[in-house]
Nanobody
Framework: VQLVESGGGLVQPGGSLRLSCAAS????????MGWYRQAPGRERELVAL???????NYADSVKGRFTISRDNAKNTVYLQMSSLKPEDTALYYC??????????????????WGQGTQVTVSS
């Protein structure tokens, strides 16, 4: 299984970006796809996740600003980011795993990870 992220870049505070993550390979139909981020000097943190059934969870820091969605036919997950803040600056990774990932925000339960896409929020 391969995960390929795209859509990162430089954006001004208050701006928007949409990240995409396309999965390829043999993928179980019941799964969880998540977005994580890691800023320099900080631990990796969960941003949002979504099950194959469409149930989504968000970190408190992004609730109301970010929206996760997925297209199961395309094995693709999206992260629409709005009202971006400088503290959202990080390397954003997508991940794919089984339902165990719902109970583990550390990310260790995910089986596959993308290479990451950089998001920089700065004026």
């Amino acid at each position: 299984v391969q995960l390929v992220e795209s859509g990162g870049g430089l954006v001004q505070p208050g701006g928007s970006l949409r990240l995409s993550c396309a999965a390829s390979g043999t993928i179980f139909s019941i799964n969880v796809m998540g977005w994580y981020r890691q800023a320099p000097g900080r631990e990796r943190e969960l941003v949002a996740l979504i099950t194959s059934g469409g149930t989504a969870n968000y970190a408190d820091s992004v609730k109301g600003r970010f929206t996760i969605s997925r297209d199961n036919a395309k094995n693709t997950v999206y992260l629409q980011m709005s009202s971006l803040k400088p503290e959202d600056t990080a390397l954003y990774y997508c991940a794919l795993g089984g339902l165990a990932a719902l109970r583990d925000s550390t990310g260790r339960a995910y089986d596959y990870w993308g290479q990451g896409t950089q998001v920089t929020v700065s004026s």
